[in-house]
DNA sequence: TTGTAAGCGTTATCAA
DNA sequence: TTGATAACGCTTACAA
């Protein structure tokens, strides 16, 4: 591999002067430039990112803690990320933090003695510790998942969009609404969400109806029969994961009945999931790819402050108008 | 940031000491190691990444170049190069080629500037481009797809894998068998599979029944109408990929067929979307993220030569027997 | 068992 | 407009 050195020799210049010429630093004249760059493409010199970085104490990566890697929704955040880092001329270092973010410790250190420009955290809060670990001179950047201000994210307004979902629902006139919720452990998004719901739900003076999977596929299943007997005629299902709302258009269908015309579902984020059913999930979308581009963007501009997102309700084939009440027995006594 | 003098001044050694301790190089005594653990503890030191790569050459960075990074598949082998290389200390990069493979010779140009270990390209071909830039020092290991001794990778035989399905497709009493092939642009993988089918097709004497999709959701219904417009009464469909056959699933339903009482479906690679549909997806599967890990591991271990990994065919709900011929009215005529 | 010193490939400072 | 030189933080002969 050529080295700055070979390419300065070839032309006769110093290698002061070739590097100027490569990161266009004033001070060389065209005639220069020219012959620098002829002898760069002949000799296929490339800099040395390591040398480079150690000089000037930074490199141009992109580091990305995800709970998983092969989840749905992080996945699509990582295409964002992705296509924005490169578009700056930055590689993204991967790291997978684990359900617990057991590994972000070890992770967060790999990254700052990278010299990552900065880290953007997928689904998952940003500790004290982790900040700690990272220092000032690494910024984090949360997305799909907020708390307040105590740490910089990019996210939609879940207790809102929570709200305008079950609103959606409520309109189309559905009332035994059950709740397909996430688990404890990722309550940062779960708890708005739920409150959302609940308050929707207040408003329209419709009981609510809760179930909790951990909005993984096959949580929602048995949530779902939970809320079945509790609720034998409920005809919407909020599910707040889109694998969860999945499930439970395969699973009600397995009972025997039919989606939408028996019984509504609603899903949440807008992941390739939602497409895979049929029929297709209607959901709350999050702008999953834009956010994982603003907030490389955000890093590497230095503006990494937090910012709320637009969500969007999306529907598909899943949701419908209420079924008309089968007459009641009861009531239609003479 | 410490670094190595900080930690040397401290204890009152040298820095070539503390190096020596912290690399486990020969040439310390006991004391002297405890000593500078505790230093090192103390002050938070944590070697720099960047400058032990600029003087050993080499760091600790394995790059992994997907077609997409949402695509299900990649994420699965992507998990499993996680997991793999996070155990020897090994951080991963990653980069997005494209369809047509169109980013990565700029990725393998970053990954040799970083001085990465190796390379693992996920289902897509190491054509000799790629060769030629990634150049001596940078080993590149394919998986999930082959070509002969062409370049190393890992992957399962394919034409053996398909062969294997549709045998088993015509055991259940199929003949009718559509295929749901994937397009021209990953013919490395498709076809072989294609030959494997045909192959099993012909020595049952059975008719075959191609269209062509792009392994995507998307390309199924139309295709698989295409299918059901040639046969009406076929009996199954083998798709050559889960994305097709799930589709394939929820398009059959559509349009009134039950699966797999009246058509059964069978996918292939057993990605998490074949447990995404009801019936769950019956599929061949490919072990994805031990592909994954064992492909980080012969790069560290300077044995990446190829090697064929088991298939496996994953019986789920939604293949059976075919349904017994309806009279035909014909032959029913006295 | 330990220390000295050179050098990995860059870039930034300073002087010409 | 250019060049010499030092330094970034580390490892590794070689010397002690």
């Known amino acids: 591999m050529a080295t700055i050195r070979d390419v300065a020799r070839h032309v006769g210049v110093s290698p002061a002067t070739v590097s100027r010429v490569i990161n266009g630093v004033p001070g060389f004249s065209a005639d220069t430039r020219e012959r620098v ?14 040398a480079r970085g150690l000089r000037t104490m ?30 700056r001329g930055y590689t993204v270092m991967l790291g997978r933090a684990g359900l617990g973010a057991e590994h972000a410790p070890s992770y967060l ?22 900040r700690r670990i990272a220092g000032a001179r690494l910024p984090l950047m949360a997305v799909a998942i907020r708390n307040g201000d105590v740490f910089p994210s990019l996210a939609i307004d879940d207790e809102q969009a929570a ?15 059950g709740l397909l919720a996430g688990d404890e452990s990722s309550m940062l998004v779960n708890a708005p969400r739920e409150r959302g719901y609940q ?13 909790r ?31 969860m709302g999945a499930a439970a258009i395969n699973e009600l269908q397995r009972r025997g009945r039919r989606v939408p015309e028996d019984v509504s579902v609603l899903g949440f984020d807008n992941t390739r999931t939602s497409q895979h059913v049929h ?20 890093l590497l501009d230095g503006t990494w402050r937090s910012r709320i997102f637009e969500h969007r309700l999306i529907e598909r084939g899943s949701t419908a108008s209420a079924p008309s009440p089968a007459p009641s027995r009861k009531r239609n006594l003479p």
């Open 199 to 211: 308050h929707a739900m207040a408003e329209a003076d419709a009981p609510t109806l809760v179930e």
């Open 109 to 130: 250190r790999s990254f700052k003695t990278y010299r990552a420009a900065g880290v953007v955290v997928i689904s998952s809060a940003i500790t004290g510790d982790m």
């Open 163 to 177: 709200y305008d979902g079950t609103r959606r629902l409520l309109e189309l006139g559905h009332r035994e609404i």
């Open 37 to 50: 760059e002829a002898a760069v493409a002949e000799l296929g010199y490339e800099p040395d990112t390591l």
């Open 213 to 243: 999977g951990n909005s993984l596929y096959d949580s929602a299943p048995p949530a779902l029969g939970r809320l079945l007997e509790r609720a034998p005629r409920l005809s919407a299902v909020f599910a707040l994961s889109d694998e």
């Open 58 to 87: 930074q490199s141009a990566v992109i580091g990305v803690l995800a709970t998983a890697v092969s989840d749905a929704l992080a996945s699509q955040v990582m295409s964002g990320i992705e296509s924005a880092a490169r578009s």
């Open 279 to 298: 029929p297709a999930l209607s959901t709350v979308a999050q702008p999953l790819e834009r956010m994982g581009e603003q907030a490389v963007f955000g």
